[in-house]
């Protein structure tokens, strides 16, 4: 019988616990952690955030401070991605920062519980995750148990068994619909925040003795034949990979990964033409098939979720404004605006075969303007993507736009400094605090 996959995912993170970890996989986990401290400090603004931010936000000994640091971290639709598993960073990162911050952990620890955490997410549901989105399911609630479990389990020092049982009592947590993609409301930012409470719940129980299935994955009644009807054939890939990490996707627009390639294909035939919005009769966007089920919720936008999911809200506010800034989709006037929604109303997206299997997140974009002229413009990829990555310098200009809009210059650096130090710090007693600060301001 073959090994259970909670067990083969259990001997990678005890493996990241300890080995030698390459130098690049260290960067990027220390940069997916700047990156959600910007997200999350920007986020403790919003009044869509503000049920979450209650007073146990100051950190007890309890989840708390994870539940609401992935609640942050989600929030803005600005968090980074993964092709295999959603949004990994708001729970994994928010896990092993309560976690480590409570038992006193070292940076470097903490950094090992990150990298464990991106692994174990996309190698727990990797194998079913298009299945999981064709039916429905939010792939960041199903699978930031695992990754918020597995951080949890690492810094917590679980042997194998203590870690393979984490995984395992999270597999019963795991669940999440994404209803709210068509009838609206807020709950999207509380599907990592769940996910992320339940994961370190579960290792500290395991981490106890409690015990769970260990074919909780692929078992009969597992999450592979009830969420996805079986495993879809991804295994290999997912399996043969090495630092799932290195495959993490920085957005640079805070909205939805799969519009992204769309706007830098426009945004180039604007820089190129000298394009306006009012220059545009029609625009028409190729997008690759799997994605036109998630194209566009119908009608304008009811909320900043809505604004963030609609291709054309965002097509319509790059043509019209010149830019896809986070201020314009929290702007309840932009919603109903006359202009924008004109133009949204003559943006079509359509289904397209790209011939290319690297382009499963590329674009064309058509711009008919009146005076007659096609413009046509293909991006395979996009401007932080794994194949085409954010440079540190663009993440870090990210972080210091967003906590800058809510912090002091001086605070904004101490953060940056105290997260780039982490590889010898000796413990989160520099960033803690800084963020307690930061995002009470």
Same mark, same amino acid.
């Given at each position: 019988?073959?090994?259970?996959?909670?067990?083969?995912?259990?001997?990678?993170?005890?493996?990241?616990?300890?080995?030698?970890?390459?130098?690049?996989?260290?960067?990027?986990?220390?940069?997916?952690?700047?990156?959600?401290?910007?997200?999350?400090?920007?986020?403790?603004?919003?009044? +869509?955030?503000?049920?979450?931010?209650?007073?146990?936000?100051? =950190?007890?000994?309890?989840?708390?401070?994870?539940?609401?640091?992935?609640?942050?971290?989600?929030?803005?639709?600005?968090? !980074?991605?993964?092709?295999?598993c959603g949004h990994p960073g708001c729970c994994v990162v928010s896990a092993a920062l309560g976690v480590g911050g409570r038992l006193g952990s070292s940076g470097d620890a +903490?950094?090992?519980? +990150?990298?464990? /955490?991106?692994?174990?997410? +996309?190698?727990?549901?990797?194998?079913?995750? #298009?299945?999981?989105?064709?039916?429905?399911?939010?792939?960041?609630?199903?699978?930031?148990?695992?990754?918020?479990?597995?951080?949890?389990?690492?810094?917590? /020092?679980?042997? #194998?068994? =203590?870690?393979?049982?984490?995984?395992?009592?999270?597999?019963?947590?795991?669940?999440?619909?994404?209803?709210?993609?068509?009838?609206?409301?807020?709950?999207?930012?509380?599907?990592?925040?769940?996910?992320?409470?339940?994961?370190?719940?579960?290792?500290?129980?395991?981490?106890?003795?409690?015990?769970?299935?260990?074919?909780?994955?692929?078992?009969?009644?597992?999450?592979?034949?009830?969420?996805?009807?079986?495993?879809?054939?991804?295994?290999?890939?997912?399996?043969? =990979?090495?630092?799932?990490?290195?495959?993490?996707?920085?957005?640079?627009?805070?909205?939805?990964?799969?519009?992204?390639?769309?706007?830098?294909?426009?945004?180039?035939?604007?820089?190129?033409?000298?394009?306006?919005?009012?220059?545009? #009769?029609?625009?028409?966007?190729?997008?690759?098939?799997?994605?036109?089920?998630?194209?566009?919720?119908?009608?304008?936008?009811?909320?900043?979720?809505?604004?963030?999911?609609?291709?054309?809200?965002?097509?319509?506010?790059?043509?019209?404004?010149?830019?896809?800034?986070?201020?314009?989709?929290?702007?309840?006037?932009?919603?109903? !605006?006359?202009?924008?929604?004109?133009?949204?109303?003559?943006?079509?997206?359509?289904?397209? !075969?790209?011939?290319?299997?690297?382009?499963?997140?590329?674009?064309?974009?058509?711009?008919?303007?009146?005076?007659?002229?096609?413009?046509?413009?293909?991006?395979?990829?996009?401007?932080?993507?794994?194949?085409?990555?954010?440079?540190?310098?663009?993440?870090?200009?990210?972080?210091?736009?967003? #906590?800058?809009?809510?912090?002091?210059?001086?605070?904004?650096?101490?953060?940056?400094?105290?997260?780039?130090?982490?590889?010898?710090?000796?413990?989160?007693? =520099?960033?803690?605090?800084?963020?307690?600060?930061?995002?009470?301001?």
């Amino acid at each position: 019988m073959t090994r259970p996959a909670v067990q083969r995912i259990s001997d990678r993170v005890c493996a990241i616990r300890t080995g030698e970890l390459p130098a690049d996989v260290v960067a990027r986990a220390t940069a997916c952690i700047l990156d959600q401290m910007g997200i999350q400090l920007r986020a403790a603004s919003l009044p +869509v955030v503000a049920p979450v931010l209650a007073p146990e936000y100051d =950190g007890p000994a309890t989840t708390y401070s994870e539940f609401a640091g992935a609640a942050l971290g989600h929030s803005c639709e600005f968090d !980074d991605c993964h092709f295999d598993c959603g949004h990994p960073g708001c729970c994994v990162v928010s896990a092993a920062l309560g976690v480590g911050g409570r038992l006193g952990s070292s940076g470097d620890a +903490v950094l090992r519980a +990150v990298v464990a /955490g991106y692994e174990a997410e +996309v190698l727990a549901i990797g194998p079913v995750h #298009a299945a999981l989105m064709r039916n429905g399911w939010d792939g960041t609630k199903v699978g930031g148990v695992f990754g918020a479990a597995a951080a949890a389990a690492s810094l917590l /020092g679980s042997d #194998a068994e =203590g870690v393979a049982n984490a995984l395992a009592i999270a597999a019963s947590d795991a669940c999440g619909t994404t209803e709210f993609a068509s009838s609206g409301g807020d709950v999207k930012l509380l599907h990592p925040a769940s996910a992320t409470r339940a994961g370190v719940t579960a290792a500290v129980l395991a981490h106890r003795g409690m015990a769970g299935p260990r074919r909780a994955l692929e078992g009969e009644r597992g999450l592979y034949a009830l969420f996805a009807g079986g495993d879809d054939n991804a295994s290999e890939r997912i399996w043969s =990979g090495e630092y799932h990490l290195r495959d993490v996707i920085f957005r640079l627009y805070p909205l939805v990964a799969r519009h992204h390639a769309a706007l830098d294909a426009a945004a180039r035939l604007v820089a190129d033409h000298g394009v306006h919005g009012q220059d545009v #009769a029609e625009v028409v966007v190729g997008l690759p098939r799997w994605a036109m089920g998630h194209a566009d919720p119908a009608g304008p936008p009811k909320d900043a979720v809505g604004a963030q999911a609609s291709l054309r809200f965002s097509m319509a506010l790059l043509l019209t404004e010149g830019h896809n800034k986070l201020s314009a989709y929290l702007d309840p006037a932009r919603w109903s !605006d006359a202009t924008l929604g004109a133009l949204a109303e003559r943006v079509t997206a359509v289904g397209r !075969d790209f011939g290319d299997p690297d382009a499963r997140l590329g674009a064309e974009v058509e711009l008919v303007l009146r005076d007659g002229r096609r413009l046509t413009r293909f991006e395979p990829t996009f401007r932080g993507n794994a194949d085409n990555p954010a440079t540190a310098d663009e993440i870090e200009r990210k972080y210091f736009d967003l #906590a800058g809009e809510v912090v002091d210059e001086r605070t904004a650096r101490a953060v940056a400094d105290a997260v780039t130090g982490l590889p010898s710090a000796s413990d989160l007693g =520099g960033l803690l605090p800084l963020l307690r600060q930061a995002a009470q301001s």
